[in-house]
């Protein structure tokens, strides 16, 4: 036997040896039950926008100055090329500040998590508009993971499936 046979002969070897560990590690990735992916989508998305929430409020419904004035002061609506002020800045800041908080809540819960997860959609498109710049490193994974959300829901660990449950 040549020596390019021997070699073919264990390059087929090898490349069986890959095609069934591909095959068990598929098999084990496609038995990792739904939920826990979309666990941790819910759970990666709302974390940015709690902390982000939070930090606009100095104590119970009491809205930073911080927040006020970065609604008035800093954030734009960029719009067909040109950029606006935020109509209203304290109004929009106390809704941004309630939204936030309220809907990165839900999620987390899994309570009425297609409602929040579309809400936190719409809001991604706002803050798209406020800083157009960060669409590759934030708005785009973000509407990305709520869109997933979305179209699958919550899964198993959830408060919206202990209701159906009870519910019957």
Do not use: N
């Not at 021997?6 to 939920?35: D, K, N, T, V, Y």
């Not at 809205?63 to 090329?81: C, N």
């Not at 869109?147 to 829901?153: E, N, R, V």
């Amino acid at each position: 036997m040549s020596h390019a046979m021997a070699g073919s002969r264990s390059a087929g070897g090898a490349i069986e040896r890959f095609a069934e560990l591909w095959r068990r590690f598929s098999a084990a990735a496609a038995a990792i039950p739904a939920s826990l992916p979309l666990l941790g989508l819910r759970l990666a998305v709302a974390i940015p926008f709690w902390k982000s929430g939070m930090l606009k409020w100095d104590g119970f419904l009491r809205l930073s100055d911080t927040a006020v004035l970065l609604f008035r002061e800093e954030f734009r609506l960029h719009i067909f090329g040109a950029a606006y002020a935020y109509p209203a800045p304290a109004l929009f800041a106390f809704g941004a500040g309630i939204a936030e908080v309220l809907f990165s809540t839900l999620l987390v819960l899994g309570l009425a998590t297609r409602a929040a997860a579309l809400s936190l959609l719409v809001m991604t498109g706002i803050i798209q508009l406020t800083v157009p710049d960060g669409w590759q490193t934030y708005h785009l994974p973000w509407a990305a993971m709520l869109l997933a959300i979305l179209a699958y829901g919550p899964g198993r660990i959830s408060a919206d499936c202990l209701l159906r449950r009870l519910a019957g």
